[in-house]
C-alpha cells in the first residue's frame, strides 16, 4: 500500500495538470501600484501596471523604511498589506468543509511520525512544488500565451515572521481552481505532476525538455511536519475566483471557501501560509530560511527571494554641545559653522535573491572554464583551495545523469573511516542528500568531492529505500570509474609534483581500495607508488617497475620494512642487489596487505624475498647438490641446537656478506606483518601464535663463520663454545631479519659472554707497562693524586685529635 501511494503522492502537492500547493508573490489587486520601470518625460522612473503587497513595493512609493514590526502588524491584522491569508470565518456561506480521503489521515500521520527524520525538508519539498507550478504554467503558456496576461514574474518568495512563528511562501505559477484543490489536497487518488507530463508525452509536445520535478510525493503534506495549521490561498487564470484552502495537523476534514476581501487577491498563482508549531518556530527566522533555501534548493531554475533585514550607512547631523557653541560664538560673527554628522547604519528590509549560483553541470564542459569549476567548487565546498583536478560529464543510455567530481588538494583531518559529506546528490537540480555511506561511492574514495544531478532517480525520503534502489548502483558503477579516470589523469599529468601531492594526501585510500575493491584492482594498481632500493628516495609506479625488469626477471620483488632504511640494510636483498634487480620496499604498514591482495600486476606474481623457496633464475642444480652434501651435517646439527625454534635449515641463495638469515615460511606472516599484528590493541594472543609462520634458518656457505662451524660439527658437535656460537648465531640473525627475540636479555647476556671471552688478557698485560712508563711530574707542579689524598675531613681531624 505504501509503496503504491508514494508514486501518487504528489497528487498532494499538485493539482490535476496544475500545481496543487504553490507559493506565490503576495500581491494585492491594485491598478494603483505600478509593474515594470520605464523613464517619464522628467527622468523619473514610471511603472507599468502591476499588482503589488508591501513586500515588492518598489523603494520609490516611500516603502524603504518599512520596518519588520509594521510586517509583523500587517500579517497579523487584517489591513491592507495582509501577506497571509486570513482565518476562517464561519459566518462566510461560502464556506464549505470537506473530509479528507481516508489515505490521506494515513498519509498525514505517516509523514507527521515516521516518515521524515529530519524536518527541515518541508521547505524543499513546498519550494519544489511552487517550481512545477511556475514550470507548468510556463509550458501551457506556450498554447496559452493568454496564461500570462498579468505579467506577474515568473518566481518564489518566501517571507518569515519569528516572533509570531509564520512562514509564508509564494509562488506566480498556475494556481488552482476550486475543483483542483479539492482534488489535489484532499485525496492521493492522483498526481497532478505525473498526469500533466503524460498529458505532455501524449500530445508529443514535451518528454525530454520538461523540468518538473515530479516526484516529490508527499510535497504538501510536509507542511505538517512544522505546522499546526496551514492555509492556502490561490488563484488560476482559468478561473475568474480566488480559493482559500484551510487546514489543520490531527484533523479529519478541511474547508474551502471563495476570498471575497479585494485587498487579499492574488493576480495568479498560490500563497502558502504555515502557523508553525511551539518547538518549530526557530524555522521561522529569516537567516534559517536563507540557508535552507540555499541548501536545498540553490539551484532550482526559478529565482528565489528571502525577505531579508539589510542596512546602509547614513551621515546624519550631531546636536551640538550648548557649550562649545557659545566658544564658537566668542570667535565673532563672522566665523562660519560646521555642521557636525556622523555616520549610522539604517536598517531595512527587502526581497534578496537567495539562489544566484547556477547549477554549472547543466552547461556544455567546452563552454566552461578552469576558473569556473575553481570557483564553483569553492563555494560549493567552502574549500579555500583548487582542486588538483576535475571531471565533468554526462552519462546516457540505462540511465542518465550530470555530474562534475573534484579531487582535493589537501585532505581534512577526518578519519579514513568517518562519513563524509563529500557527493551532493541532486534530482533535477533539487538537493536531496549528502548523507551517504557507500551508495554512490566506496569508502574508500570518500574523498572524492562532487555533486550528481539525476532526473531517471526517484526521490526517496529514507537512504535505506536508496540503497535499494537499482539506478543507485548503476550510477555508482560509473561514478567509480570516471573518478579513477581522472586521478589516472593526474598520474600521466607532465608535472609529477601533482600526483606527488595527491598521493601523499590520499595514497592511504589508493592501497585501502586494493583490500576492498578486487573488481576494480585493474584500476588501482597503476595508481600505486612504492620506495624501491634503485629509486633514490622517489616512489616509482608499478609501470616503472616492469619498464626496469632485466630481462631473465620473471616476478616483482618486495620486502617489507618499518622504514626505508630498514629495507635498504635487510640482509635479503644483497644477492638481488649485486644482480641489479629492482625490489619494492613497502614501508606501510598497509602497503603489504594491498601487495597480497593484487597478487600479481601484468601477469607479474609479486614475491616476498624475506620468505622461502626464493628462486632468482640463477640455479646450478650440480654446484648446489655438491654444497648440500659438503654441509648437510652442520645443517643437521644446528636444527638439532635450535629445536623446535626453526622448520629446517638449508642452505642460502639470496646472501652474499651475511652468514645466515631467518626466512618466514610461504603461507605465514612475514617479520614485518608478525610485528605489526603484535602492536595490534585488540589481538588475540592464540589466533597470533597460530598465523605465526614457520621459521626457516638459511646459512651462506661462503662465509667464514659457517665454515667455521662445518669444521667445528665436524671434529666436535659437543663443544660447548660451538653450540653457544650457534645460539647467538640464530638470535642475531632473528633481529637481523627483522623479528623479536622471546629473551633479549638472554641474547644479550650471551653476547656480553663471548665478548669477555675474546677481550680476556687482551689489554691487561699492556696496562701494567703503560704504569711504569708514565711519565714523573714535571718541577713545580704537583701530583694529582698526591693533592686529592691531603684532602681531610672535618671529622677524620676530630679523630686525629
Not at 139 to 166: C, F, H, M, W
Not at 287 to 302: A, C, D, G, H, R
Amino acid at each position: 500500500m505504501l509503496g503504491a501511494s508514494r508514486r501518487s503522492l504528489s497528487a498532494v502537492a499538485r493539482l490535476r495538470g496544475a500545481a496543487s500547493c504553490r507559493a506565490l508573490s503576495p500581491s494585492v489587486s491594485s491598478p494603483d501600484f505600478p509593474n515594470k520601470v520605464s523613464e517619464s518625460e522628467h527622468g523619473a522612473p514610471q511603472f507599468q501596471k502591476r499588482s503589488f503587497t508591501l513586500l515588492s513595493v518598489p523603494s520609490s512609493f516611500g516603502f524603504h523604511k518599512f520596518q519588520q514590526s509594521d510586517l509583523r502588524e500587517s500579517i497579523t491584522t487584517n489591513k491592507r498589506y495582509e501577506s497571509s491569508a486570513a482565518a476562517v470565518d464561519s459566518a462566510d456561506s461560502s464556506c464549505e468543509k470537506f473530509e479528507y480521503q481516508a489515505e490521506v489521515n494515513r498519509l498525514m500521520d505517516l509523514i507527521v511520525h515516521s516518515l521524515y527524520s529530519n524536518k527541515e525538508v518541508f521547505l524543499r519539498e513546498l519550494v519544489s512544488n511552487a517550481s512545477d507550478a511556475l514550470d507548468k504554467l510556463r509550458y501551457l503558456s506556450v498554447t496559452e500565451p493568454d496564461l500570462l496576461r498579468d505579467g506577474v514574474d515568473l518566481d518564489v518568495r518566501i517571507q518569515a515572521d519569528k516572533d509570531n512563528g509564520i512562514v509564508t511562501i509564494i509562488d506566480s505559477g498556475i494556481g488552482m481552481t476550486k475543483q483542483e484543490l479539492v482534488d489535489s489536497l484532499g485525496t492521493i487518488a492522483h498526481s497532478g505532476t505525473a498526469k500533466f507530463l503524460k498529458a505532455l508525452k501524449e500530445s508529443q509536445e514535451a518528454g525530454k525538455d520538461s523540468n518538473l520535478i515530479g516526484q516529490f510525493g508527499v510535497g504538501f503534506y510536509s507542511a505538517f511536519l512544522v505546522a499546526d495549521k496551514v492555509i492556502v490561498s490561490t488563484k488560476s487564470p482559468k478561473s475568474d475566483k480566488q480559493y482559500v484552502w484551510e487546514g489543520e495537523a490531527n484533523s479529519s476534514s478541511y474547508t474551502i471557501r471563495e476570498e471575497t476581501d479585494p485587498e487579499k487577491l492574488l493576480p495568479r498563482g498560490t500563497r502558502l501560509t504555515l502557523f508553525l508549531k511551539n518547538e518549530d518556530k526557530g524555522f521561522a527566522h529569516p537567516e534559517k530560511i536563507q540557508k535552507l533555501v540555499k541548501n536545498y534548493s540553490q539551484f532550482v531554475s526559478f529565482p528565489i527571494y528571502t525577505w531579508q533585514e539589510k542596512g546602509h550607512t547614513k551621515e546624519v547631523e550631531v546636536d551640538e554641545d550648548p557649550t562649545e557653541a557659545k566658544k564658537e560664538g566668542d570667535d565673532g560673527p563672522t566665523a562660519e559653522k560646521q555642521k557636525k554628522t556622523k555616520t549610522v547604519i539604517e536598517k531595512y528590509w527587502d526581497w534578496e535573491l537567495t539562489n544566484e549560483t547556477q547549477p554549472i553541470w547543466l552547461r556544455n564542459p567546452k563552454e566552461v572554464t578552469t576558473q569556473e569549476y575553481n570557483e564553483f567548487y569553492r563555494k560549493t565546498f567552502n574549500e579555500y583551495l583548487d582542486p588538483l583536478a576535475s571531471s565533468h560529464f554526462t552519462t546516457e543510455g540505462e540511465v542518465e545523469f550530470r555530474s562534475i567530481l573534484f579531487v582535493p588538494s589537501v585532505k581534512k583531518e577526518e578519519l579514513i573511516d568517518s562519513k563524509t559529506k563529500n557527493i551532493r546528490l541532486y534530482v533535477k537540480r533539487v538537493f536531496i542528500s549528502d548523507d551517504f555511506d557507500g551508495e554512490l561511492f566506496p569508502r574508500y574514495l570518500s574523498f572524492v568531492k562532487g555533486v550528481v544531478d539525476s532526473n531517471d532517480l526517484p526521490l526517496n525520503v529514507s537512504r535505506e529505500i536508496l540503497q535499494e534502489s537499482r539506478i543507485v548502483r548503476i550510477m555508482r558503477k560509473r561514478l567509480v570509474r570516471k573518478a579513477f579516470d581522472m586521478i589516472l589523469g593526474i598520474s600521466l599529468s607532465e608535472n609529477r609534483e601533482d600526483y606527488e601531492r595527491f598521493w601523499e594526501n590520499f595514497g592511504k585510500f589508493i592501497k585501502l581500495g586494493c583490500i576492498e575493491d578486487k573488481e576494480n584492482h585493474k584500476r588501482l594498481a597503476p595508481l600505486l607508488r612504492f620506495f624501491s632500493n634503485q629509486s633514490d628516495n622517489e616512489v616509482i609506479s608499478l609501470d616503472e617497475y616492469v619498464e626496469n625488469m632485466k630481462p631473465e626477471q620473471k616476478d616483482i620483488y618486495y620486502v617489507a620494512a618499518d622504514s626505508v632504511t630498514s629495507a635498504k640494510n635487510a640482509p635479503f636483498l644483497e644477492r638481488l642487489t649485486e644482480k641489479e634487480c629492482e625490489v619494492l620496499f613497502l614501508v606501510d604498514p598497509m602497503d603489504e596487505v594491498a601487495i597480497q591482495n593484487l597478487k600479481s600486476y601484468k601477469e607479474k606474481n609479486f614475491v616476498d624475498i624475506s620468505k622461502e623457496d626464493l628462486d632468482l633464475g640463477d640455479k646450478d642444480e650440480e654446484k648446489e647438490k655438491e654444497i648440500k652434501q659438503e654441509f648437510s651435517k652442520t645443517c643437521d646439527w644446528i636444527k638439532k641446537r635450535l629445536g623446535d625454534k626453526v622448520a629446517r635449515v638449508d642452505i642460502s641463495h639470496r646472501l652474499s656478506s651475511s652468514p645466515c638469515v631467518l626466512v618466514s615460511g610461504k603461507f605465514g606472516w612475514s617479520a614485518n606483518m608478525e610485528r605489526l599484528m603484535r602492536a595490534q590493541t585488540m589481538g588475540d594472543p592464540v589466533s597470533l601464535e597460530f598465523m605465526r609462520s614457520r621459521r626457516v634458518f638459511e646459512i651462506n656457505p661462503d662465509h667464514p663463520i659457517i665454515k667455521s662451524l662445518n669444521v667445528a660439527c665436524e671434529a666436535n658437535p659437543d663443544d660447548p663454545e660451538a653450540l653457544r656460537a650457534v645460539d647467538v648465531l640464530f638470535e642475531t640473525a632473528l633481529i637481523s631479519s627483522g623479528f623479536i627475540p622471546d629473551n633479549p636479555r638472554e641474547l644479550s647476556g650471551k653476547i656480553y659472554e663471548m665478548m669477555g671471552t675474546a677481550f680476556a688478557g687482551k689489554w691487561t698485560s699492556g696496562s701494567a707497562e703503560v704504569e711504569h712508563s708514565q711519565p714523573s711530574p714535571l718541577p713545580g707542579t704537583q701530583n694529582n693524586e698526591a693533592s686529592e689524598a691531603e684532602v681531610v675531613e672535618p671529622v677524620q681531624v676530630e679523630q686525629q685529635k
